[in-house]
C-alpha cells in the first residue's frame, strides 16, 4: 500500500492517457493519490477527478510564481472550496525565487492570506519552497502556522531545517530527487528524520526518479522513492510503504 501524497493528474500531460496512468498506479499498490491544485485550472480538475473517483482526493491552493495573478476573488473562491468533503489540504503555498514572474513581495502577502485562511478553515497546508528557506520558516513561524501543521513537499533542505519544520508541526515529504545520484542532502534528511514525520510523493509529471529520470513522471513510480527511502534507513520497503501511508491518512484525515 503507498499514497502518492503531491501528484498532478490535473496537467496537460495525462490528458491522452489518464485512464492508464491511474490503472498502473493501482496495479503497483498505490491505494490513495492527492491531486493538487495551484490556480483556477487546476483546482477546478483537481476537484473533477477528487469527484470521480474514490481514491483521489483534492488540495486547493495558489501557487507563489503565479502569487501576482491572485485576486480577493480566487481566494473567496478556494474559501467555499475548502468545505467540499474530498478537499483535505490548503495548498500548494509558499515561496518561489527562482522565477521572477511574482515579486516576492507579493509572494509573501499571498503565503500569508493563505495560511490565515487555512487556520480559518482548520486544514493542513502544503508548502513549495523553492530558493527561499529562510523567508518561508519566518513566516511560519510570524503566522503560527504550526496551529495547522503541514507538510514540507518535495524537501530538498538540511537535517536541521527538517527538524526545524516538525518542531513547528510540520511533516518532510520526499519524492523523486531522493533516488538521484548526487542527491547527497535529500538522502541524508531521509536517513535521519523520524519515521512518523516521513511522507513519499512524486509531484508527477515532474521530478522523476531514477531509473525514468528524463521521462514523465506518475504515481506508481511512488514505489521507487519508497524503495530508496527503505535503502537508506535500513528497514524493509514494506515497513516504508505502511508507515507513510499511515502519516499520510493521519495528515490529511483520510478513513
Known amino acids: 500500500m503507498l499514497i502518492d501524497t ?30 493538487v491544485g495551484f490556480d483556477r485550472e487546476t483546482i477546478t480538475r483537481a476537484i473533477e477527478l477528487a469527484e470521480q473517483y474514490e481514491f483521489i482526493y483534492a488540495t486547493v491552493g495558489w501557487h507563489p510564481v503565479d502569487a501576482i ?10 474559501e467555499e472550496l475548502c468545505s467540499h468533503p474530498k478537499v483535505v489540504a490548503l495548498g500548494e503555498m509558499g515561496l518561489d525565487y527562482y522565477w521572477d514572474k511574482s515579486p516576492k513581495d507579493i509572494q509573501k502577502e499571498v503565503f500569508r492570506k493563505q495560511i490565515a485562511l487555512a487556520k480559518k478553515v482548520k486544514l493542513p497546508i502544503i508548502i513549495h519552497n523553492r ?20 507538510i514540507m513537499h518535495c524537501f530538498t533542505g538540511s537535517v536541521e531545517v527538517a527538524k526545524q519544520c516538525i518542531d513547528m508541526n ?3 515529504s520526499f519524492g523523486g530527487p531522493v533516488t538521484f545520484k548526487n542527491a547527497k542532502k535529500p538522502k541524508e534528511v531521509a536517513a535521519e528524520i523520524p519515521l512518523d514525520r516521513l511522507l513519499i510523493e512524486t509531484d ?52
Open 204 to 255: 508527477c509529471p515532474y521530478l522523476t526518479p531514477h531509473p525514468f529520470r528524463g521521462k514523465r513522471n506518475e504515481p506508481s513510480y511512488v514505489k521507487y522513492v519508497a524503495e530508496q527511502i527503505a535503502e537508506l534507513k535500513g528497514l524493509p520497503f514494506e515497513e516504508i510503504a505502511a508507515k507513510t501511508s499511515e502519516n499520510a491518512k493521519r495528515f490529511f484525515g483520510i478513513k
Open 170 to 172: 510540520f511533516y518532510i
Open 69 to 78: 495573478d491572485m485576486t480577493d476573488e480566487d481566494l473567496k473562491w478556494i
Open 131 to 150: 530558493e527561499a528557506t529562510s523567508d518561508i520558516m519566518e513566516i511560519l513561524q510570524e503566522e503560527n502556522a504550526s496551529e495547522v501543521g503541514g
Open 6 to 35: 503531491h501528484a498532478h493528474l490535473n496537467a496537460i500531460q495525462y490528458n491522452e492517457d489518464l485512464e492508464e496512468v491511474i490503472e498502473r498506479a493501482q496495479s503497483e499498490g498505490v491505494t490513495t493519490i492527492v491531486v
